[in-house]
Nanobody, 127 residues
Framework: VQLQASGGGLVQAGGSLRLSCAASAPTVGNYHMGWFRQAPGKERDFVAA????????RYAYYVKGRFTISRDNAKNTVSLQMNSLKPEDTAVYYC?????????????????????WGQGTQVTVSS
């Protein structure tokens, strides 16, 4: 599975961006999908994840209520709507695909749980 993330850019604090992740495979519905982010000099952190069916969604506490993850299996895309952006949201954002059978803590929130990664898209939030 090849993943292509897009939609990043420069935005002022309080603004919004919508990230998209396009998958090459026609079977993206077989994977849980996640978004992670990595700021300079820091580890890659979990942001949000959505199960294969879209019925289960999880967010990191620092984005809950501001970010919304969604998927369209028919179009092989996953999106991350980011509202009320803060300077601390500045990072490279990555989408990833996870083939695990379950969707529990330790399945959706760890970098090591994901099998495929996109190239990342830069999000910069100015104060």
């Amino acid at each position: 599975v090849q993943l292509q993330a897009s939609g990043g850019g420069l935005v002022q604090a309080g603004g919004s961006l919508r990230l998209s992740c396009a998958a090459s495979a026609p079977t993206v519905g077989n994977y849980h999908m996640g978004w992670f982010r990595q700021a300079p000099g820091k580890e890659r952190d979990f942001v949000a994840a959505i199960s294969r069916s879209g019925m289960n969604i999880r967010y990191a506490y620092y984005v809950k209520g501001r970010f919304t993850i969604s998927r369209d299996n028919a179009k092989n895309t996953v999106s991350l709507q980011m509202n009320s952006l803060k300077p601390e949201d500045t990072a490279v954002y990555y989408c990833a695909a996870n083939s695990r059978s379950s969707f529990n803590v330790g399945d959706y929130d760890l970098v090591t749980s994901y099998d495929y990664w996109g190239q990342g898209t830069q999000v910069t939030v100015s104060s």
